[in-house]
């Protein structure tokens, strides 16, 4: 019932930026929590950033002052604005929410597919 969508990953340059989008759908009654993970080849998974429903925000150490998570309620779509990108942060990322259904009542966890982020000169 539930799909997650994302998009806006591709290559950047050093220094670059990048917003990626991910869109929410189904019988959606609210969405409680959204993130953005990444996993990086032979790293582990890692939480980037985390949105909820009052706004409150959090990053990893690894990305403060350079990512910004920020999320349209209305569109059901969360976003990661990425500035100041290094090649550390190439990666795949994952979106990530906790969403109420009509049919269930209390959040379930969906994930996105994830998409490429490539920094690279």
């Known amino acids: 019932q539930v799909q997650l969508v994302e998009s806006g990953g591709g290559l950047v340059q050093p220094g670059g930026s990048l917003r990626l989008s991910c869109v929410a759908s189904?019988?959606?009654?609210?969405?409680?929590?959204m993130r953005w993970y990444r996993q990086a080849p032979g790293q582990q998974h890692e939480l980037v950033a985390r949105i909820a429903n009052s706004g409150d925000r959090t990053y990893a150490d690894s990305v403060s002052g350079r990512f910004t998570i920020s999320r349209d309620n209305a569109k059901n779509t969360v976003y990661l604005q990425m500035a100041s990108l290094k090649p550390e942060d190439t990666a795949v990322y994952y979106c990530n929410a906790a969403i109420v259904l009509y049919e269930l009542g209390s959040p379930v966890e969906y994930w996105g597919q994830g998409t490429q982020v490539t920094v690279s000169s």
């Open positions: 189904g019988s959606i009654y609210s969405i409680v929590t």
